[in-house]
């Protein structure tokens, strides 16, 4: 079983979508991440296509990304000050530790839901 099980530019076999195997998507299609590395933003546009490809990392052994017009792409958005004043506070609350109030360089862990020192890892410097 090679690419062309994923070769369905009608749309029939996979929900209607065109759908197409890794690497093989027509000329002005492009994924989300294509579209934000050219400053662009799908801007509430269906996707057009689809790819699909054999993944074993996931349990259904198939991945797929939704292709969308460049044509019809909307250019990024930039955020205003005020939220960007506001992401560097939120950020910035994220490295202060709640056990003992230092801010770190670094995001506490949920995980542990202290800093690395107050949680008993002793830092490499």
Do not use: N
Not at 38 to 57: F, H, K, T, V
Request: one cysteine or more; a positive charge.
């Amino acid at each position: 079983m090679g690419r062309r099980v994923f070769w369905d530019p009608t749309g029939r076999r996979f929900g209607g979508l065109p759908t197409f195997p890794w690497r093989m998507a027509p000329d002005g299609l492009a994924t989300r991440r294509q579209l934000r590395a050219a400053g662009l933003r799908p801007g509430g546009q269906e996707p057009a296509a689809q790819l699909m490809w054999r993944s074993r990392r996931y349990r259904s052994g198939v991945r797929v990304a939704y292709l969308y017009e460049v044509a019809k792409a909307k250019p990024r958005r930039t955020p205003s000050a005020a939220q960007l004043q506001a992401l560097g506070k939120a950020l910035a609350a994220r490295r202060v530790c709640p056990e003992c109030g230092v801010e770190q360089p670094y995001c506490i862990p949920t995980r542990y839901g202290a800093c690395l020192p107050c949680h008993g890892w002793e830092l490499a410097t």
